[in-house]
């Protein structure tokens, strides 16, 4: 009888053991997947999309090229591989009569050009760049592909060194810079040279150089029609270092390479796309005011660049992703409301018609606004959908029907795994009673009798939005059994103009009253433990989190995630000094250093004793290390409970491998358990 019982005891535990969690762990990440950059057959309903996995033994984001083709009636959705392989897939472009595909692959360890037969599947590699290429476009005559990619050029260094002996071995020269823009983040200290326009016959062999100059050119390029021309933007202002946004549209002839500048108005004017007969191009853009948000409108001129009319002026969103209908008498575009990424159409009169939400689901780690669409001939459109509960998949849809999602990429862990649920909330300011959006998400199996800790997470930017949108990380703090909240305090997006610039010059400023009252909102619930509040954020949302520390004791412990602590050294390190001190600040921190300091965290650092984790990538040149370890020394005089913790190899997107997003939120929950105040 006894070894009866301890044989099923043993079974019993062996098949405890044996059964996987339903909780969404931190491994779990490995096993998400999610679709971007969906293009639509030209004339027909056939979806070639990029199938983002990732690869456990490597650590590395890979990607293949799907194929998706709508049910009819009942039927469900055909869904069949283009390519396979551990290896990045992207920019898959169809021939403008539907028959084949060109896109860039790495399978052969960098980045080229491929041709893809679809009816017989025969492939060929195209191009041997040395460089990887972007923006590919088809000509509509299917005889050319259009792309951009990096020129280097000779440094200007003016020493010499003297002739070393035969067999001598010196130390590296040394590296000479004279350009403003000399490292960027996620590049590293950059090389001499600039992004050039090419073209290439769709039959392969060298690639002809377009553009030339000092200047950056790139983005979309949008054929003419007669497959002659293309159009394009760029800043080839000889000052463009000093006036970084101030870009024009171009038109360029590919026989003989004359440019032909279309626009003058100082700012942006960018994304040029070609009307359908060719007589006209759309473009968004915004006159310069220097403020720290502004809203991107949409254009359209003449195609000599004559004319140009605001037919976007009076909606009160920015515009984006802008396509011709096919019947050039409208166009498609995507912007975001209340959190929430739209596809709209507009005629050419300025009328809005709002077509699909919930467009997203590109940011896995934190719910930020993305997604996209591609729109065919028939003015049928394929997009990126997604939830609170899962990234993004596929979806089709055209105007007058409702969108339809074609995958499920996700199901095979969704379908065991249990999330927390998210609720929304609307609540006032402190500060003005201005309404304010927010998210709350509960730990699975919650419980509103219980009590449980709550983690304020804070989006970045702070131009940016957080939504209704799958979010790995903040999932992950629910599985933990935390309630979490995140918010859209003002200066976020998605809110209008008025609303993203009452943070201009004033940052951080009331958009700490806006985080202290939803807080407050949160624990009026009643299932929130009042002795058990922490708070997080990265980029923006680290400013904040340091801000916060600075300011009130409220928070039993802090996460703060690569933020800027000063921002007179910010400034000055960052990889965009030309951009930050013009439009966030009144001028150069010289000539306003109390400003600059008055609104720098480093200046409040004495009032901290919150025990604060600093966590920013060893390569961030966006926000870089050298901010958090000013703080961590401050925090370490005023012996402060701290610690600071260094991602290698990492940059601003510190959690873009997923090993590093499991060590991220892995370090921030580690840390708070350390300081809850009942360890047992």
């Known amino acids: 009888m006894k070894i009866t019982l301890v044989f099923n005891f043993l079974l019993v535990s062996i098949f405890c053991l044996a059964q996987p969690s339903n909780r969404f762990e931190p491994a779990d990440v490995f096993d998400l997947e999610y679709a971007s950059d969906p293009r639509m057959e030209p004339d027909g309903e056939r979806i070639i999309y990029v199938r983002n996995f990732k690869d456990v033994m490597t650590d590395a984001n890979l990607s293949n090229l799907w194929m998706v083709v709508p049910g009819k009636g009942d039927a469900s959705a055909m869904h069949i591989p283009v390519t396979t392989g551990k290896q990045r897939d992207s920019s898959p472009r169809w021939s403008k009569n539907g028959t084949e595909l060109v896109y860039i692959s790495s399978r052969d360890g960098s980045a080229q050009i491929y041709r893809r037969w679809l009816e017989s599947g025969a492939e060929a590699r195209l191009t041997n760049l040395t460089k990887g290429p972007g923006g590919l476009s088809w000509s509509p005559d299917n005889k050319w592909i259009a792309f951009s990619m990096f020129v280097p050029e000779k440094s200007g260094s003016h020493v010499k060194m003297p002739d070393k002996p035969d067999g001598a071995k010196w130390s590296k020269p040394p590296t000479y810079i004279d350009d403003m823009y000399y490292r960027a983040d996620g590049g590293g200290y950059l090389k001499k040279g600039f992004r050039q326009v090419f073209v290439l016959s769709i039959d392969g062999g060298t690639p002809r150089q377009l553009t030339t100059g000092p200047f950056r050119h790139g983005g979309r390029l949008s054929w003419t029609p007669d497959s002659k021309g293309i159009v394009f933007s760029a800043n080839r202002h000889p000052n463009w270092e000093h006036d970084p946004i101030n870009s024009e549209v171009h038109h360029i ?26 007589s006209q191009i759309a473009y968004l853009g915004f006159d310069d005011q220097l403020l720290g948000y502004q809203l991107r409108r949409l254009y359209v001129m003449n195609s000599d660049g004559s004319l140009p ?106 379908t065991y795994k249990q999330l927390g649920e998210v609720e929304e909330i609307w609540y006032e300011s402190s500060f003005d009673k201005r309404k304010v959006q927010g998210w709350i998400v509960k730990p699975p199996d919650f419980d509103p009798n219980k009590k449980y800790p709550l983690l304020l997470e804070i989006h970045g930017g702070p131009f940016a939005n957080y939504g209704s949108r799958f979010s790995a990380e903040i999932q992950l703090y629910a599985a933990a059994g935390y309630v979490v909240l995140y918010t859209n305090p003002r200066g976020s997006t998605s809110y209008g103009a008025e609303f993203g610039n009452l943070i201009h010059h004033n940052y951080p400023g009331q958009d700490y009253d806006d985080l202290m009252s939803g807080v407050d909102a949160v624990i009026v619930k009643g299932y929130i433990d009042e002795n058990q509040l922490y708070v997080t954020g990265g980029s923006g949302g680290g400013v904040l989190t340091s801000w916060i520390v600075g300011h009130t004791n409220r928070f039993r412990a802090a996460v703060v995630a690569k933020p800027v602590i000063n921002w007179y050294s910010f400034v000055l390190n960052s990889d965009s000094p030309g951009f930050f001190y013009k439009y966030w600040f009144p001028g150069p921190p010289w000539d306003h250093m109390e400003h600059y300091m008055a609104r720098s ?62 060590a991220k939120v892995n370090y921030i929950t580690g840390w708070f358990e350390e300081h809850k105040k009942d360890k047992s």
Request: aromatic letters at 8%; charged letters at 20%.
């Open 601 to 662: 965290p480093i200046s409040y650092v004495g009032n901290v004793k919150t025990p604060t984790m600093l966590l920013t990538g060893e390569e961030d040149y966006r926000t870089p290390i050298s901010e958090s370890e000013q703080f961590y020394a401050g925090l370490k005089i005023n012996n402060v409970d701290a610690s600071l913790v260094r991602i290698p190899g990492a940059s601003h997107g510190i959690a873009n491998k997923p090993s590093h997003l499991i």
């Open 309 to 414: 009319t605001c037919i976007s002026a009076d909606f009160d969103r920015s515009v984006g992703n802008i396509q011709w209908a096919g019947d050039g008498n409208g166009l498609f575009f995507q912007y975001d409301e209340h959190g929430d990424t739209k596809i709209a159409h507009i005629d050419l009169n300025g009328n809005i018609n709002t077509l699909q939400d919930q467009v997203g689901g590109l940011s896995l780690g934190r719910p930020y606004s993305g997604g996209t669409f591609h729109v065919n001939k028939n003015n049928d459109y394929a997009y990126t959908t997604c939830t609170v509960h899962h990234p993004a998949d596929v979806a089709v849809g055209s105007k007058g029907k409702e969108g339809v999602q074609l995958t499920a990429l996700n199901d095979d862990l969704f």
């Open 253 to 278: 002839d590919i026989s003989n390479g004359q440019l032909t500048t279309l626009t003058t108005r100082q700012g942006p004017d960018g994304v040029p796309t070609v009307s359908p007969d060719g």
